[in-house]
């Protein structure tokens, strides 16, 4: 007989409906490839809840349901929607304290402790509204993680049945701001927790405290969020909880990250044809002004221009490789600061580097299967997905050991590991590196082993399915 688990997936964003960031990618492959994973003896019944933020683009939604949740003396109405993608039942929950807040992340942390405190309890209500029950919720950082909390809280004074939490932790130190008035409001109870007195009224933490289970979003950020260094404050209390955290590594889209097939890039390739990078370096050069030169190192940073990203340690590392040829193409937006210290890289250095600094996911595409090295100095990276896409178009890693850098690139494997956040660190690395690039065989080797590894959802989707049939055993 087929065994059915019902899973209810909350994220802020999910990609195609909307997407800022990381999370964005996981919430919109994970819930499918979960789904996928079903055959004859179980079925995983993974359904999908997102606010309605007014950028949401979705086709088809069917009103289904209007409700309200009591706050205060009044009460907040609460507009369901439904659509479907590829089969897949995904919910959209309206109201006023989501239409008010045009953008997916405010600046304004009010209101979006207003639309996620909104938004995780009127989720948390949705089953009952929709005749279906999960036997996991699962939500994702700390926009999702209070519905965590509120199954628990109302269990207790309802007494109604377990329902597993799980939360996906995919940057801690984003923990949400102080719900402690808006929890009154609602009416949700403060229970007596272990967490330190300032994580008690925060969404994260109180999530956290409530679930059955914890996922960093690779293992090495797994065992980081248990130490001083990296657990945001909240290290004594995960310590607490080891039994019930693990690491899971997120996967990338590899149908729409493939060498193979990408239409964004001159030329298709494949880990047996390598050499043909060689054009899409040149159309690279070409098209960012550099000189056309197949031998000098062309070396990338795409990222959000934020100091997790290490990217000013990168820039130092560059300043000081003067005596060294080499050509860089820094593609990125975020901190005005960093994008300042970026164009003054390239005026400092015109033939050398160039500042690219925008959101350009074709010129990404084009970087990733033309340029040598991407490096990634993150001061913490909860998993990263870059490396793994450029490793996947054979542009080679070179990133500090920390998080799921460490965990998916491999010294003279797969590409160039370093130790220390800072800047002689990183250059020491990129001249390893270029060493080894003057062997092309060596290199080539190198490139081949990366382009090979498996970072497809399928392998996280096991993951999670293994730990969600040990939470409803
Ligand atoms: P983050 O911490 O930002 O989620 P990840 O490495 O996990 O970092 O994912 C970043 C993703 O965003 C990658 O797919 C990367 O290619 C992409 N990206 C980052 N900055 C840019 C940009 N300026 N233009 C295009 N793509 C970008």
Known sequence: ??????????????????????????AGSLPQALRALSNDEIKLDVRLVLPHHPVVKAENLRPLEVFSLPRGDSEVAVEAFETTIHGMPVYFIDGEPIRSNGSVYSLDAKLDAEKYTFFSLAAMELPNRINWQPDVVHANDWHTA????????????????????????????????????????????????????????????LGLWASDAIVAVSPGYAGEVLTEEFGCGLHDFLQLRKETLSGILNGIDTISFDPTTDTAIGVNYDSSTIEKRAINKKLLQDRLGLALDPNIPLLAIISRMDVQKGVDLAFTALKNMKRINFQAVILGTG?????????????????????????????????????????????????????????????VPVVRAVGGLKDTVKQDETGFVFEKAHHMSLVSAIKTAMKTMANSEKWQLIQRNGMLKDFSWEASARAYLDLYQTLVK
């Not at 688990?5 to 996981?26: H, R, S, T, Y």
């Not at 609602?186 to 007596?192: C, F, P």
């Not at 340029?371 to 490396?387: K, N, T």
């Open 335 to 395: 901190d005005p600061k960093l994008e300042e210290s970026a164009r003054s890289l390239q005026e400092q250095f015109p033939d050398k580097i160039k500042a690219e600094l925008r959101f350009d996911a074709k010129l990404a595409r084009q970087i990733y299967a033309g340029a040598d090295m991407i490096l990634m100095p993150s001061r913490y990276e909860p998993c990263g997905l870059a490396q793994m896409i450029a490793m996947r178009y054979g542009c």
């Open 146 to 205: 209070l519905s965590i909390y509120g199954n628990l809280t109302k269990r207790w004074e309802e007494n109604a049945r377990h329902v597993a939490g799980v939360v996906t932790l995919h940057n801690l130190p984003f923990m949400g701001p102080d719900i402690n008035g808006l929890l009154a409001a609602y009416g949700v109870k403060l229970a007596q927790t272990d967490l330190p007195d300032w994580a008690r009224v925060m969404p994260m933490p």
């Open 1 to 26: 007989m087929t065994k059915t688990i019902n899973v209810l997936f909350l994220a802020a964003e999910a990609d195609p409906f909307v997407k800022v960031g990381g999370l964005g990618d996981v």
